[in-house]
Nanobody, 116 residues
């Protein structure tokens, strides 16, 4: 049974930082690419960061580039997203996705609210 669980969200002040975690089980994590998406209220789902199975390819959306770091520890079946200099427009539900060819698995997300 595949499980993907995001954690680390919460209320953060503008300019603050956080580290999101995505822990997984039920599939061979080291063979799957992983990504972080976010969905703000009333908006579509946005891909913000991607990391290939062996971390050789990394991508960031312009909206988070230069203030975010995606990483993974295959031995722990976990992917992380660190974000700095958070802005109110970063407020969203952050979701983790795993995919390999036609297989795609999603977590339920963790809420991040950036507000003073």
């Amino acid at each position: 049974q595949v499980q993907i669980v995001e954690s680390g969200g919460g209320l953060v002040q503008p300019g603050g930082s956080l580290r999101l975690s995505c822990t997984t089980s039920g599939f061979t994590f080291s063979t799957y690419a992983m990504a972080w998406y976010r969905q703000a209220p009333g908006k579509g789902r946005e891909l913000i960061a991607y990391i290939s199975d062996q971390s050789k390819t990394i991508y960031y959306a312009d909206s988070v580039k230069n203030r975010s770091t995606i990483s993974r520890v295959n031995a722990e079946n976990t992917v992380y997203l660190e974000m700095n200099n958070l802005k109110p427009e970063d407020t969203a539900v952050y979701l983790c996705k795993a995919w390999l060819r036609d297989n795609e698995y999603w977590g339920k997300g963790t809420q991040v609210t950036v507000s003073s």
